[in-house]
């Protein structure tokens, strides 16, 4: 493994275990995380060439990630969120910073307490842009259930592999996380 995937890997641990503190995920249902090697994991290097007239051109289609989450770099402005009655917002860069996008698959073991991040790219300035996104995941046989649920509180989401989600966005990638509501 390159060394900065290992150290972006590492990263992604950190940031998990964190998540799953925070939803009171005991030990035990922690335990896939530690090892590394064991999530699925993909380092994706992104070129939106020079465009004479970014507002013709789209650099990316809105979207989810199928990810627990997406770290991502960028020094050049052209990443937007949407939110729900504002509307898309720009992500600015700011220097030494990375962002993280949430996933479909964190939405699923958050009980949706960590929304998937709708997001696209737009060609804002006339320069050719790059971005690096480190994609996380638990492995494809991983069974995905709502986690740290409190006493009372419903799962939003049936149980589903990994791999049957990625099979079902693939196929309607508007309404996997529906498909699979309880």
């Not at 504002?86 to 992500?91: A, Y």
Request: hydrophobic share 45%; with cysteine; net charge neutral.
């Amino acid at each position: 493994m390159v060394d900065g995937q290992k150290k972006m890997e590492e990263l992604a641990i950190t940031i998990m275990h964190n998540i799953l503190e925070y939803l009171a995920v005991s030990e035990e249902e922690m335990k896939w995380l530690g090892s590394p090697g064991v999530a699925s994991t993909a380092l994706q290097l992104n070129s939106y060439p020079l465009c004479p007239d970014p507002n013709r051109a789209i650099g990316l289609a809105p979207h989810t990630d199928n990810s627990l989450f997406t770290i991502l770099h960028q020094r050049i402005s052209g990443l937007q969120i949407f939110k729900e009655g504002v509307g898309w917002g720009f992500v600015q860069p700011v220097t030494g910073a990375l962002v993280v996008n949430v996933g479909d698959l964190l939405h699923i073991l958050s009980n949706a307490r960590f929304p998937s991040v709708v997001h696209r790219v737009v060609m804002k300035e006339a320069k050719q842009r790059f971005s690096v996104a480190f994609f996380y995941s638990p492995p494809a046989d991983f069974n995905l259930d709502p986690l740290g649920l409190s006493f009372g509180q419903i799962p939003l989401y049936r149980s589903v592999t990994v791999a049957e989600y990625f099979g079902r966005k693939a196929k309607d990638l508007e309404k996997a996380l529906a498909s699979i509501r309880i």
